[in-house]
């Protein structure tokens, strides 16, 4: 399953879907963190094909910092969902049994 996600990663990224391949990319380190070795190159290819060489054609900095914004917010909002659930999870306290004897 796990590999299964890295490659419909990949096949979202060479249709030219950059924001979803990178959703399921930071999807896939949540759930097996194995997968970290690929994220350099995750990154590198995302910075050069989609924030500073776009494919709509738009240049200048302002463009390239809008772009690494529609990038990365739904990539870092993954990673708060996942902290937030586990820190949610982990700090809540569960209910103990008690037995009181007379």
Do not use: N
């Not at 050069?48 to 690494?68: E, I």
């Amino acid at each position: 399953m796990m590999v299964g996600l890295l490659l419909l990663s990949v096949a979202e990224l060479r249709a030219g879907r950059a924001v979803r391949g990178g959703v399921l990319f930071a999807v896939l380190l949540q759930l097996k963190h194995l997968f970290l070795f690929a994220a350099p190159l995750y990154f590198v290819f995302l910075l050069r094909s989609h924030v500073l060489a776009p494919p709509d054609g738009a240049r200048g900095a302002g463009a390239a910092l809008a772009r690494l914004a529609a990038l990365g917010a739904p990539v870092a909002a993954v990673f708060a969902l996942s902290l937030t659930l586990t820190l949610t999870l982990t700090l809540t306290p569960t209910p103990t049994l008690t037995l009181t004897l007379p």
